[in-house]
């Protein structure tokens, strides 16, 4: 008997008249629960719907009494509510799609900042990953783990290649390291399955407990000043200088001025709250630059259409399994450096997201955080072979949330959005390198966040989380300052845990010694006091006894 007023609610596009009431400034949302009620009071039957608390646990669009009256877009929902658990955490189908729409769309510049980082050509001019090739690796890879976050851990969270990582892969692994990107796609992938090894047996959780939180925090702020200082390199603020480095860049350039004021757009959008503010900074920017003329790069270059293949029309890549023997060091650092990120950033948004979205347990834990984990690992070796960078959940899913996605079909709608990203290649292909600019900046601003976590005024904590913060972006690596802070910890921990065994072994030693000088003083005075006894001598004791 509900199924039909359900069916008549979400054709008629109801609105809640209580959001209104709430001051929500009128946000669309059907009220289910109003017209169930309403049939419920008119059919005189309170057995499927009770106390107006929307969809009960044990009532299913499969039964027998709503099969027979109820249409196809009724039993979707339905099914939609009792398999997400949508009415149970106080959402809404309409709800949920609305907050998967806003995540894709907060994180939709991946879309256009991957497969340019990725594709940056080197001093040949040739690019080490297709630009194609990563624009579809970074679509389907996030479709992937979008839809596996939400299928089976029932989260709203969104995932695809992260920013940091990219710029790693490019410039660390790539670059400095000089793989080749079949050898570095390699290290993404092993991984990819290291991880799923460590999340399926739980130790993922427990590795990231070792380390003090601002140590955490620290790697979130260098990795942030990095991908800042590509984004300064970018928008040509911040250029090569033999004498001192680096220095300033040629203030005369115009495209500087037009990153610049793109950078200033985008942050305002950010301040006033307007959702796709990255993705708008990103158009302002491609369509000022072909209205005033500036060269583009990738226009320069030739068309990205004629970007060949990596192996075949399928668009995989061919892992190159035997850097595991040739270059040993740098494919173990390559890897340690990516699990270790991908570790402690997805342990920390995933605990942050899920707490903002209220649905952390008694115990503080997140349910279902190991597959979360494995949505990552899952992601990131599909990516690999496609040609990506690692894949981790975005800070941008906290607009999801406060947007009101509570379930898995927030994440499983971000996914569907990502699945058809692709179709935007024509059009994206057009954007100079200089449009990612701002971008790149922003983003390293807003991850600057972590930095009140650490406790400066402790050397102890401090010294670590200032030199992977110093480290990182001025020796241009990533995994130089990971390992310098850990390093620094584990040393300063061993050499102050040694310090204080001493200091207690001495005190121990200290009090020791004054106990045997104090037996061996009343020893003295008692040798007197029976000498004079014996002598019969008037002896009055000393004070001291």
């Not at 509900?2 to 959001?19: F, Q």
């Not at 707490?355 to 494995?374: E, I, N």
């Amino acid at each position: 008997s509900m199924a039909p007023s359900l069916g008549r609610a979400l054709r008629n596009g109801r609105w809640s008249s209580s959001t209104a009431e709430s001051g929500d400034h009128g946000q669309p949302l059907l009220d289910l629960n109003e017209a169930a009620l309403l049939e419920t009071r008119s059919t005189g039957n309170n057995d499927s719907y009770s106390n107006n608390k929307g969809f009960q646990a044990g009532w299913s669009p499969s039964s027998p009494s709503s099969s027979s009256s109820s249409g196809p877009l009724d039993a979707i929902c339905c099914y939609l509510d009792t398999t997400f658990l949508v009415s149970r955490r106080g959402s809404t189908i309409s709800q949920e799609i609305q907050a998967g729409l806003v995540t894709w769309v907060t994180m939709s510049y991946i879309v256009v900042v991957n497969p340019m980082i990725l594709s940056a050509a080197d001093d040949d001019g040739s690019s080490p990953i297709p630009f194609h090739a990563a624009c579809r690796a970074t679509c389907y890879s996030a479709a992937l783990a979008c839809a596996f976050v939400g299928l089976v851990a029932n989260l709203p969270f969104g995932l695809a290649a992260g920013m940091g990582l990219n710029s790693y892969l490019r410039y660390g692994i790539i670059g400095k390291l000089g793989m080749s990107p079949e050898s570095a796609l390699t290290c993404v992938f092993t991984q990819g399955v290291i991880f799923a090894l460590l999340a399926s047996s739980g130790i993922a959780d427990k590795a990231q407990a070792l380390l003090p939180g601002s140590l955490k925090s620290s790697i979130t702020v260098a990795i942030g000043i990095f991908q800042a200082f590509v984004g300064f390199q970018l928008m040509g603020l911040v250029t090569k200088n033999d004498t001192t480095m680096v220095g300033l860049g040629d203030l005369a350039q115009p495209t500087l001025w037009l990153a610049m004021t793109s950078t200033i757009l985008v942050a305002a959008l950010f301040v006033r709250g307007v959702k796709g503010a990255t993705i708008m900074g990103i158009a302002f920017t491609a369509l000022a630059s072909h209205m005033l003329g500036l060269q583009n790069a990738r226009e320069s270059s030739g068309p990205l259409s004629s970007d060949p293949l990596p192996s075949s029309e399928q668009g995989f890549f061919p892992l190159d399994f035997s850097c595991m023997s040739q270059d040993p060091q740098a494919f173990a650092t390559a890897v340690l450096c990516m699990l270790f990120i991908v570790v402690f950033d997805t342990a920390g948004v995933q605990h942050g997201v899920g707490q903002q979205a209220g649905l952390l347990d008694s115990t503080g834990s997140l349910p279902g955080a190991k597959f979360a984990y494995l949505a990552s690992a899952l992601g990131t070796s599909v990516g690999a072979v496609m040609g990506t960078s690692p894949v981790i959940i975005h800070n941008e899913s906290a607009a999801g949330v406060q947007e009101g996605g509570r379930t898995g079909l927030c994440a499983l709608t971000t996914g569907l959005f990502f699945l058809v990203s692709p179709v935007l290649v024509p059009v994206i292909e057009f954007i100079p390198p200089q449009a990612t600019a701002p971008c790149l900046v922003l983003v390293g601003a807003l991850m600057m966040t972590p930095i009140r976590d650490i406790d400066f005024t402790n050397l102890r904590l401090a010294l670590p989380a200032f030199l992977t913060i110093c480290v990182t972006p001025l020796a241009y690596s990533i995994s130089a300052g990971i390992f310098s802070g850990i390093a620094t910890y584990v040393i300063l921990d061993v050499v102050l845990r040694f310090a204080e065994v001493a200091e207690k072994a001495a005190q121990a030693l200290m009090t020791a010694s004054r106990q045997d000088e104090k037996i061996c003083y009343e020893a003295t005075l008692l040798e007197k006091f029976d000498a004079a006894c014996d002598e019969s001598i008037d002896f009055r004791c000393p004070q001291e006894v």
